[in-house]
């Protein structure tokens, strides 16, 4: 599994666009930030004071992999219980224990786990299961979630291994999304919609619109679509999650040799090269990090129609013959 089939993501357009803008929290305590994934293979687990569960965390009050199985605590709403610690036949070399989303229904009502998650900016179906990385500290007095951790360098990609047995037809994605003082910077998605009983790898590739380094990163599993009709007992396996810190940071090309008018643009836009750039093709994106097209340059100058597009910001990437990329930039789209 790769970068996103955009015929089957068609009808979850909506989704990403909105999962693509959410403003990430930079977390207070800057001792926390680093540049690897927390607890990247699964194996650490802390009993919740709380619920019947261990959570993939150092425990309550810290950053790490959150889910909301806090919100099992019936003051905090009462819900089932999504993630588990699982050891059965776990990725081989990656150590005893990986992740086990099962996705079910949430608990409805103004007091319910449903209406926390819309509190604290998860605006999703009521049947789910997430997994994400995060801060949560929870008491019989109250719940803070704040969505994302400490991160300080551009990721070029995150892989992670996963397996997946849908109850029927349903998919299971991953979104990353990198900020900087609560602005997105970065961004990209994965799914999968077929049955996947064997350990297999994953890659999600991270398309930027600024060169400024991040603050914080926020990667979010659901073993569910979170569209129309999300199925409950959906099942998605996780473990040996890595991430590449290479190629982004290094960027080094002036924004300036690169042109692009009228902006924002309506049924057309200009992309005119100059300086030293050999370029040779124009990758675009929408703000979710799922491709939308791949255009080639001609005597260094490009005219992309866009009636086709729908209002709203998109990224793009200059490249060389080689696939090298010279250039980073955004656009809008407004009609």
């Not at 049955?195 to 926020?218: C, E, L």
Request: positive net charge; proline residues 5%.
């Amino acid at each position: 599994m790769g970068n996103i089939n955009i015929q089957k993501l068609n009808n979850m357009k909506k989704l990403f666009l909105l999962l693509g803008v959410i403003s990430l929290q930079a977390m207070q305590t800057a001792s926390a930030q680093a540049d690897t994934i927390y607890n990247p293979g699964f194996e650490k687990w802390t009993p919740n004071p709380l619920v019947a569960a261990y959570d993939p965390n150092a425990g309550n009050s810290n950053n790490g992999w959150w889910e909301f199985n806090v919100l099992n605590f019936s003051l905090l709403g009462g819900t089932p219980i999504t993630v588990f610690r699982d050891s059965v036949k776990p990725l081989p070399e990656q150590g005893k224990y990986y992740a086990r989303i099962v996705s079910n229904v949430m608990t409805e009502g103004n007091n319910g786990s449903y209406a926390l998650m819309q509190k604290y900016g998860f605006p999703y179906p009521d049947t789910n299961g997430l997994l994400f990385t995060g801060y949560v500290s929870a008491s019989g007095n109250g719940l803070t979630v704040r969505k994302g951790y400490p991160f300080v360098h551009k990721m070029k990609s995150f892989s992670f291994y996963y397996r997946y047995i849908p109850n029927g037809t349903d998919s299971c994605f991953c979104l990353v999304s990198l900020s900087t003082a609560g602005k997105v910077i970065g961004t990209g998605s994965w799914y999968a919609n077929t049955k996947q009983t064997s350990w297999t790898s994953a890659t999600v590739n991270v398309t930027y619109t600024a060169q400024t380094a991040p603050d914080s990163i926020f990667i979010l599993y659901s073993a569910c679509s979170l569209k129309s009709k999300p199925k409950p007992y959906d099942t998605m396996d996780l473990d040996g999650t890595s991430n590449t810190i290479l190629g982004i940071d290094n960027i080094t090309a002036e924004q300036d040799n690169v042109n692009l008018y009228p902006n924002p643009a309506n049924t057309q836009i200009n992309l005119a090269v100059t300086g030293q750039y050999q370029a040779s093709k124009v990758e675009v994106y929408d703000i979710s990090g799922k491709s939308i097209g791949t255009y080639a340059i001609r005597n260094n100058f490009l005219s992309i129609n866009t009636q086709s597009y729908t209002n709203g910001l998109y990224l793009y990437r200059l490249l060389d013959d080689n696939g090298t990329q010279l250039n980073v930039g955004k656009f809008s789209i407004v009609k």
